[in-house]
């Protein structure tokens, strides 16, 4: 099997055209500048995709660990208040019942943007 001649070239340097004419020093320097600001703002970007992604793995972490937080405070105050209509005499279908209908409407209330979104985030219009 033969290899063509473009593939026996060495990869690691250019030849000159054909016509003999070597480049000009203005596009000899161009080329060196277009390469130097492609190589610039790759490394603008790289630095900038790295940083985007610390920082959104930053901000979900703090919104699991706030919403856990968040979560077993409400378990805890649930329970507290359970307890205390319980003491307070209140048979314990009725404790159950009011703590579990005070947590309904908690979760109702933070829901409500999403629920019912104001007006206008409506795209009939």
């Not at 600001?37 to 790759?42: E, G, H, M």
């Not at 159950?96 to 206008?120: H, K, N, Q, T």
Request: aromatic share 6%; charged share 20%.
């Amino acid at each position: 099997m033969m290899r063509s001649r473009s593939s026996r070239r060495s990869h690691g340097r250019e030849e000159a055209p054909e016509n003999g004419e070597a480049p000009t020093i203005l596009e000899a320097l161009f080329d060196s500048f277009t390469d130097l600001v492609a190589r610039s703002a790759l490394i603008r970007l790289r630095s900038g995709t790295r940083r985007l992604v610390n920082w959104t793995l930053r901000q979900a972490l703090l919104g699991w660990v706030t919403a856990a937080v968040l979560t077993v405070g409400m378990v805890l105050l649930l329970i507290a208040g359970v307890k205390g209509l319980e003491t307070a005499g209140c048979p314990s279908w009725v404790a159950y019942l009011s703590a579990g209908a005070a947590a309904v409407i908690a979760a109702l209330g933070m829901m409500r943007s999403v629920l019912a979104p104001p007006d206008e985030d409506d795209f009939g219009d």
